[in-house]
């Protein structure tokens, strides 16, 4: 599985955004796919998975309410719906892929980052 990430950009405080995770590969239905976050100085941390079916999904507490994980199998595409976004969401951010579901598994996959900058 091959994984692309985009739609990242800079836009203020209360905005939105929506990234999208483009998938190659035949088995991406078999795959749970997470987004993780990076920040400057920081450990990459969790941000939000969403089950290889789109059935179920798991978020941070920091983003439960805000943030929206979704899949469409048919393009291959996992999208990360960002709203009311703060400044401390500023963060490179990537979709990873895994065949393991919950808290700690390993991700066998990595996208590219895409940065998203919120401004005050």
């Known amino acids: 599985v091959q994984l692309q990430a985009s739609g990242g950009g800079l836009v203020q405080a209360g905005g939105s955004l929506t990234l999208s995770c483009a998938a190659s590969?035949?088995?991406?239905?078999?795959?749970?796919i997470g987004w993780f976050r990076q920040a400057p100085g920081k450990e990459r941390e969790f941000v939000a998975r969403?089950?290889?079916?789109?059935?179920?999904?798991y978020y941070t507490h920091s983003v439960r309410g805000r943030f929206t994980i979704s899949r469409d199998n048919d393009k291959n595409t996992v999208y990360l719906q960002m709203n009311s976004l703060k400044p401390e969401d500023t963060a490179v951010y990537y979709c990873?892929?895994?065949?393991?579901w919950g808290y700690g598994v390993g991700y066998e996959y990595w996208g590219q980052g895409t940065q998203v900058t919120v401004s005050s």
């Open positions: 990873a892929a895994s065949r393991s």
């Open positions: 590969g035949r088995t991406f239905g078999q795959h749970h």
């Open positions: 969403v089950s290889a079916s789109g059935n179920t999904d």
